[in-house]
């Protein structure tokens, strides 16, 4: 009877032991990403290879919110993410102000928050995952610079600016590191600066409006390549499109993508900026599954210029 018993025992620990470790085995972690608007094709990319990435590795539920350009709407969705007490809250912040308070609220909660790509006011976060704007807009000032000399012969030219959403960390340095390297040359004017939020429609609407009124523009830089390609459209319109050189900014992978515009000549250049998403992955990972690991406060990625001469090059590379 004793041994019975201790037979019975013994199978039993071993079925709860193999419970346990099937129970574990299927843990499923809950990854709220609040991202600040769906409709531009970088913030659909971010969506995309976040997706795919969290799929491979098989033990996240990945929820994605678009907060469609409004900081109220995105406040109210993480903080039903707050409610829901996420693994991990990743977050693409519409504005820098609106979001910093809610962040904090959820670093209060004990959720850990990856902020991607837009910083906030205040370091309400795990970690900060970006990259190098200032720099972007420095080496897009220098390109301009260079371009207008090899057609004019020197530093000559004007320029009409289309930028992204006012107020925006990745639109403030792309605009200031530009003009850094312009104010240097005197005889570069800046004619125009549009405001077209990042969306390729409304920098058509302005850049037609642009073009009614300017008689000679050399270059349009836009803050991300949609914005450019539709200052594009509308020189295209009017026929004006050989008379000027078009430089974006994000350098997307894909048929759509930035980089298959520089390959197809409708721009000139444009400058890749990571998606931040497989280092926001790999850091959350990190984060879930191993309680001792703490992350740099801030990770921040370099961008790279892209022309003729590359882009077939990183198409390769960056299409996914």
């Known amino acids: ?92 912040p519409n504005e820098r102000a609106p979001l910093t308070d809610v962040m904090g609220r959820a670093m209060a909660a004990g959720i850990p928050v990856i902020c991607l790509e837009r910083d906030i006011t205040q370091d309400n976060y795990t970690t900060f995952i970006g990259a190098d704007n200032l720099s972007i807009g420095k080496m897009a000032g220098q390109f301009i610079v260079d371009s207008l000399t090899r057609k004019n012969g020197k530093p000559r030219g004007k320029i009409v600016e289309m930028r992204g959403l006012l107020g925006v960390e990745a639109e403030m340095e792309r605009y200031n590191g530009a003009h850094d390297v312009l104010k240097a040359y005197p005889e570069i004017k800046v004619v125009h600066e549009a405001v077209a939020d990042w969306l390729q429609d409304n920098a058509r609407a302005r850049m037609l409006e642009v073009l009614r009124a300017q008689p000679e523009v050399d270059v349009v830089y836009g803050h991300n390549d949609p914005m450019a390609v539709g200052a594009y459209l509308a020189a295209r319109e009017l026929g004006r499109e050989k008379q000027i050189q078009f430089i974006g900014v994000d350098g997307l992978g894909g048929p759509a993508g930035g980089i298959k515009k520089v390959m197809d000549g409708v721009l000139v250049s444009t400058f890749y900026y990571p998606l931040c998403v497989d280092k926001a992955v790999e850091v959350g990972e990190q984060i879930l599954h191993d309680p001792s690991f703490h992350p740099d406060k801030k990770y921040i990625l370099q961008p790279k210029l892209i022309t003729a001469e590359n882009a077939n090059e990183m198409y390769g590379k960056l299409t996914f």
Do not use: W
């Not at 574990?24 to 094709?41: G, R």
């Not at 919110?65 to 903080?79: G, R, V």
């Open 1 to 92: 009877m004793k041994t019975r018993l201790m037979a019975l025992v013994a199978a039993l620990t071993v079925c709860l032991s193999a419970c346990h470790s099937g129970s574990s085995a299927a843990k499923k972690y809950f990854v709220a990403f609040s991202q600040c608007n769906n409709a531009e094709p970088y913030r659909a990319a971010q969506n995309q290879l976040m997706d795919k990435l969290f799929k491979d590795k098989g033990d996240v539920q990945l929820v994605i919110a678009d907060a469609q350009q409004d900081n109220s709407k995105q406040i109210a969705q993480i903080e039903t993410f707050i409610r829901q007490k996420p693994d991990l809250l990743i977050v693409a």
